[in-house]
């Protein structure tokens, strides 16, 4: 029977790839990825070839029937992403979705994604916690923030160095100065760093240094503060 397995994929450090992650790299006929030649360069790393057909944003709502149709012709089929969990703020969900319903079977490793590690390095409540993952680029971010204000509760927003500066202006205008918040970059590489602080301390390191690079998460804490 024909099968879809999602696959993590290191967020920076190679070494992040789990052995069952290989071993499934391995054994499937065919491998979707997001970037060919970003997951070539993975599965060279790992010694593997296979074939590789392009499965990203741009095509994965109109080409969802051929993608269902190359599964049902090969045994297995591996999905992946440039970097962490599939479908996580990346292509997958449509996939699945359609593979449930047409009961292919999917199997989802366990493996590496950016949100969590950012949310443990933040040191914020992590027992319940919402993935905002992306906010608009545009309009409506102002909006999405005042709702994340109304649940009250930690939130992880995946950001990009060009708006990383804009986005902790616009979390202090929904937030105000006191909630807790942290900043994590390049998380599992060379540089990695998280910066944490009231909202009002976060802004203040940032204003102070260079424009921040590499990839960012954010984390904030959405319960009233207590200010002393
Ligand atoms: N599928 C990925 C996952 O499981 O985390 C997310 C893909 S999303 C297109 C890319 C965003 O994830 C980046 O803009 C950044 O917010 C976050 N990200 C990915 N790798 C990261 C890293 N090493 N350090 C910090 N954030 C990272």
Same mark, same amino acid.
């Given at each position: 029977?024909?099968?879809? $397995?999602?696959?993590p994929?290191?967020?920076?450090?190679?070494?992040?790839?789990t052995?069952?992650?290989?071993?499934?790299?391995?054994?499937?006929?065919?491998?979707?990825?997001?970037?060919?030649?970003?997951? =070539?360069?993975?599965?060279?790393?790992?010694?593997?070839?296979?074939?590789?057909?392009?499965?990203?944003?741009?095509?994965?709502?109109?080409?969802?029937?051929?993608?269902?149709?190359?599964?049902?012709?090969?045994?297995?089929?591996?999905?992946?992403?440039?970097?962490?969990?599939?479908?996580?703020?990346?292509?997958?969900?449509?996939?699945?979705?359609?593979?449930?319903?047409?009961?292919?079977?999917?199997?989802t490793l366990p493996g590496?994604?950016?949100?969590?590690?950012?949310?443990?390095?933040?040191?914020?409540?992590?027992?319940?916690?919402?993935?905002?993952?992306?906010?608009?680029?545009?309009?409506?971010?102002?909006?999405?923030?005042?709702?994340?204000?109304?649940?009250?509760?930690?939130?992880?927003?995946?950001?990009?160095?060009?708006?990383?500066?804009?986005?902790?202006?616009?979390?202090?205008?929904?937030? =105000?100065?006191?909630?807790?918040?942290?900043?994590?970059?390049?998380?599992?590489?060379?540089?990695?760093?998280? $910066?944490?602080?009231?909202?009002?301390?976060?802004?203040?390191?940032?204003?102070?240094?260079?424009?921040?690079?590499?990839?960012?998460?954010?984390?904030?804490?959405?319960?009233?503060?207590?200010?002393?």
């Amino acid at each position: 029977m024909s099968k879809l $397995i999602l696959v993590p994929t290191p967020i920076g450090n190679l070494k992040d790839i789990t052995l069952r992650s290989i071993e499934v790299l391995e054994s499937v006929d065919i491998v979707f990825s997001e970037d060919t030649r970003v997951t =070539g360069k993975l599965l060279a790393h790992l010694n593997i070839k296979k074939p590789l057909k392009a499965y990203h944003a741009h095509n994965e709502h109109q080409s969802l029937e051929y993608f269902l149709d190359l599964i049902k012709q090969n045994s297995s089929a591996a999905l992946v992403s440039d970097a962490g969990t599939p479908g996580i703020s990346d292509p997958g969900f449509l996939l699945v979705r359609a593979c449930i319903e047409r009961n292919i079977s999917v199997e989802t490793l366990p493996g590496p994604t950016a949100f969590v590690p950012a949310l443990l390095q933040s040191g914020l409540p992590c027992d319940k916690f919402f993935f905002e993952g992306f906010l608009p680029h545009k309009k409506g971010r102002i909006k999405r923030l005042e709702w994340l204000k109304s649940i009250e509760q930690t939130f992880v927003l995946y950001e990009s160095p060009h708006r990383i500066n804009k986005c902790v202006d616009q979390i202090m205008d929904v937030f =105000g100065p006191n909630h807790q918040m942290s900043i994590s970059r390049e998380l599992t590489k060379l540089h990695e760093e998280t $910066i944490r602080g009231t909202i009002e301390e976060v802004q203040q390191i940032l204003s102070e240094r260079s424009k921040l690079k590499g990839e960012i998460v954010v984390v904030v804490d959405g319960r009233i503060p207590v200010v002393s």
